[in-house]
């Protein structure tokens, strides 16, 4: 088992920057991928990005590609999520994720924060 509890989101102005923080517990923290995801009320949950076991692999959404950048400090167990240029379209609750393989499907991955809302504001 892996909890995960995401922190970090708030009401930011277009143009802004927030980094949000995913903070894992239990297993081995290192073995799994963690991918970050979003879902927009009234919208399906929407992928992110994902990293690899040791951050030196990332990948990105189009959408976000360029604004956003995601990383892992293995030793203290978290994973962030920096997000620049924001956009009110960025509005959304922000989920991270660990699971075991790259993916941008929402089934790759085994266990699910609570999520952090991010609001952007025009």
């Known amino acids: 088992q892996v909890q995960l509890v995401e922190s970090g989101g708030g009401l930011v102005q277009a143009g802004g920057s927030v980094r949000l923080s995913c903070a894992a517990s239990?297993?081995?923290?290192?073995?799994?991928?963690l991918g970050w995801f979003r879902q927009a009320p009234g919208k399906e949950r929407e992928f992110v990005g994902s990293?690899?076991?040791?951050?030196?692999?990332?990948n990105y959404a189009d959408s976000v590609r360029g604004r956003f950048t995601i990383s892992r400090d293995n030793a203290k167990s978290t994973a962030y999520l920096q997000m620049t240029s924001l956009k009110p379209e960025d509005t959304a609750v922000y989920y991270c994720a660990a699971g075991e393989a790259m993916s941008w499907t929402t089934q790759e991955y085994e266990y699910w924060g609570q999520g952090t809302q991010v609001t952007v504001s025009s």
């Open positions: 990293i690899n076991w040791y951050g030196y692999n990332t």
């Open positions: 239990g297993r081995t923290f290192s073995r799994y991928i």
